[in-house]
């Protein structure tokens, strides 16, 4: 039977993965994610856990002991934040293009230097190249939520997946969270099933030095050119969303909370003025919408319940009918804007013949805090620029101070 438990973020997504029934877990510990395995470690020494819990010396063998794990057909597990994302980059590429599974929880923090220990995005939008598929939470219970669908998802398609939420923000937050019972998670989530088996009197050759053209294997056929591997998983990438929300729509019916839509959406249909965010941010401008509304402004929210792949479409059409969209975001793309903001420039000019004007907003960098009542000021001055036909086209920095 399902049950409500008050837990912090990082129990949540310690929680979420014993009861996926991971098999190896390999992390470091880093701020604000050392609970998650601390938390799993504990499980495996009880025996509540039947699952290998292996120490490394950093990051980045964590990630290579994840990828022999799942190579060798284990559901695995791991968790990171911050610089140990950033040295595990060379590992990350290598799970992408090595085809495997595994979820990896990422508390949110900002990269050094100069150094903190508190919340921003920009670790794991950095690594938004590396082939992995990209889920953001808004709260504990889509940490836990996540973590289930996001097994599922990745194993469907053989794409690694990061399941990303704010570190302190919600990694250190209690909230209540609805937990499932393990007998309905067996049921959404059946044991891994590899796509080849190990056997060592039938050897196969993983990941082999392959050439610019395609080359027959023993057996004569053609095999991938490395162009070709790479074409592979872009299109695999491409085509995730319809799998994304096939699992979704699975998700709510086994447990009542649906997440098949790839964007959390509130008050937008009529909205003149959209927020776009990703994460946290998205519950703080739910509170200002609220706010502004009663204020006789027009204002919705749309929060990106996957950012990778991106969901242009989905996102261009919910903001067809907006006159404006303004932009909030934990990260930014050094010299030039908001990597949100620049993609969903991109996604409008591909699917949507109207052209809204587009003011971004850099929030929360190193846990700068921020409060509905920012957004709701953020929001005046939009209206303000727009009334008096101001364009902003460089970034702004919400609460920067010098």
């Known amino acids: 039977m399902s049950e409500t438990r008050i837990i912090t973020g990082n129990e949540t997504a310690a929680l979420a993965a014993k009861l996926c029934k991971v098999q190896v877990i390999a992390a470091y510990p880093i701020t604000p994610q050392s609970k998650i395995p601390e938390t799993l ?19 980045h ?20 934040s911050a610089n140990g994302l950033a040295y595990m980059n060379e590992q990350l590429h290598w799970a992408a293009g090595a085809r ?6 990422v508390a949110n923090r900002g990269l050094g230097a100069p150094w903190t ?5 920009q670790d794991t939008l950095s690594q938004r190249d590396t082939g992995w598929i990209q889920l953001y939470c808004r709260n504990n219970q889509e940490i836990l939520d996540k973590i289930i669908l996001g097994f599922k998802l990745a194993e469907k398609v053989l794409v690694p997946t990061m399941v990303c939420f704010d570190g302190f923000r919600l990694s250190h937050t209690v909230m209540p969270v609805r937990v499932p019972a393990q007998e309905e998670v067996d049921e959404f989530l059946p044991p891994f099933e590899p796509v080849y088996e190990i056997d060592p009197d039938d050897p196969i050759n993983i990941n082999p030095v392959v050439m610019t053209d395609p080359l027959p294997g023993p057996d004569g056929e053609l095999c991938p050119s490395y162009m070709g591997f790479r074409r592979r998983l872009q299109e695999t990438l491409e085509n ?12 709510a019916a086994r447990f009542g909370r649906d997440y098949s839509d790839p964007l959390y959406r509130y008050l937008a249909d009529d909205a003149d003025i959209l927020f776009v965010t990703q994460g946290s941010v998205a519950s703080e401008a739910t509170a200002a919408t609220d706010i502004l509304r009663e204020k006789g402004i027009k204002v919705g929210v749309l929060g990106l319940n996957i950012f990778r792949p991106f969901p242009a479409k989905d996102i261009a059409e919910a903001t067809g009918n907006a006159r404006v969209l303004t932009v909030f975001e934990k990260g930014i793309s050094y010299g030039y804007e908001g990597v949100l903001c620049s993609e969903l420039k991109a996604a409008l000019y591909s699917f949507n013949g109207n052209r809204p004007e587009v003011f971004n907003y850099i929030v929360g960098l190193g846990g700068k805090d921020l409060n509905p009542g920012d957004l709701v000021e953020a929001i005046e001055e939009v209206v303000k620029n727009v009334e008096e036909g101001r364009r902003i086209t460089s970034p702004q920095w919400l609460g920067s101070g010098v």
Not at 43 to 48: A, K, P, R
Not at 61 to 80: D, N
Not at 117 to 121: G, K, P, S
């Open 41 to 59: 470690s504990s499980y495996v020494e009880s025996g509540e856990l039947a699952a290998e819990f292996v120490r490394v010396e950093s990051e």
């Open 61 to 80: 063998s964590a990630m290579g002991v994840c990828i022999s794990a799942s190579l060798v057909g284990a559901r695995v597990f791991t968790a990171t």
């Open 100 to 105: 495997v599974p595994i979820v990896m929880a």
């Open 117 to 121: 220990i508190l919340n921003d995005m």
């Open 240 to 251: 995730v969303i319809p799998v994304y929300r096939e699992v979704g729509e699975e998700f």
